[in-house]
């Protein structure tokens, strides 16, 4: 293989989510968030080996949500975010459940449903505090009375928010959150809600909500990332390497080309930064990473030749970056350097 792939255990995926099913009462359902090609790990493979171990997925595009349903994919889909008026007959025919939050989208699925009498599944969203999409909780309980009032032909399935810091258990607004969403949706009752993420799960026990959005707690640990040495050669003392001349090699130095690039997804900060894996021995980055391919400063052995695998991220308990290393070494979120892998990167699954 001639340049990076990314390997995904679909077993550790559903170990991880067996993990969090023990956690929950046992009518609680799970949404998986999949929007994002399944934060980079392929969202068509993903769902289909997840069948019958999750009850909803969440996308942010009817795209995505097309895409699912056009490689047989039957699970719930929820669209986290309001559609556009011309994407309707879409959302009716693929049977997907959507979000609404604005007066005048409501009036309009509720136009449309109720004209082609076709139900559609709809969830509102409350803003409580993360001030993106949602009726702002202090005026939601107009928003939920104008959306009960619609038609038999607009389902009312689900009353949902989003914490604005759940990664930290104790940021006084996810109190606050929690209130205003509590004594927002005593307003209109649905046989689903939700507020928990992946971090609101593990924080917030008590949310009082029969639905958990999980993301990235599920793709914890299950993929590593490798790419292929593509060349080797020897430097001398005073020879620069990459663009810019941001590294000199003090010594007689083994440089291995890595056959993967910032275009791949691999951030440029880990520039002069960081390590790969290759053969058990670790070997650190030098120079500026470049669109295709990056440097790594080899051990002076026979054991390391042109085609063995560089490993870049691994999980936690095996040899390589970890990606919350990767993620504080270039200040980045986790889930920002996954959904960066392009499709150049081979996606492979095991079980």
Known sequence: MSFASLTINLNTI???IATIRNQL???????????????G?????????????????????????TELRENGIKIPILLLSEPFPE????????????????????????DYATHMQSPIKTHLKIDTGLTRLGAHWD??????????????????????????????????????QQHRFDETKKAVKTPLTHLSNSDGLTHFKNSQCNVVRIGLSIYNNSFKLSAPIRLIKTI???????????????????????????????SSQLSNKGYV?????????????????????LPNTNEIQ????????????????????????TNQNPREIMTRFSQRVTRLYIS
């Open 14 to 16: 559903k170990s991880n």
């Open 25 to 39: 009462p046992k009518d609680s359902q799970l949404l998986l968030v999949a929007k994002a090609n399944a934060y």
């Open 41 to 65: 790990l392929g969202a068509v493979e993903i769902a289909q080996a997840l069948d019958g171990h999750i009850d909803y997925l969440g996308v942010s595009t009817v795209r995505e949500a």
């Open 87 to 110: 994407e309707l007959n879409i959302i009716s025919s693929l049977d997907l459940t959507i979000t609404l939050y604005d007066k005048s989208t409501i009036d309009l699925v509720n």
């Open 139 to 176: 005026n939601a309980k107009n928003t939920m009375s104008h959306w009960n009032n619609t038609s038999k032909w607009v389902i009312k399935e689900g009353i949902y928010s989003h914490y604005a810091n759940s990664n930290e258990k104790d940021h006084p607004l996810n109190e606050l």
């Open 236 to 266: 001398s003392a005073g020879t620069s390497v990459s663009y810019g001349s941001t590294f000199t090699a003090k010594k007689t130095t083994n440089v291995g080309v890595i056959g993967m690039g910032y275009a791949d997804g691999l």
């Open 277 to 297: 894996n290759i053969n058990g021995i670790n070997c650190p980055i030098i120079g500026q990473i470049c669109m295709c391919m990056f440097m790594v400063e």
């Open 306 to 329: 042109p085609s063995s695998m560089a490993t870049i991220l691994s999980p936690s308990d095996q040899p390589g970056m970890s990606l919350q290393e990767l993620a504080e070494l």
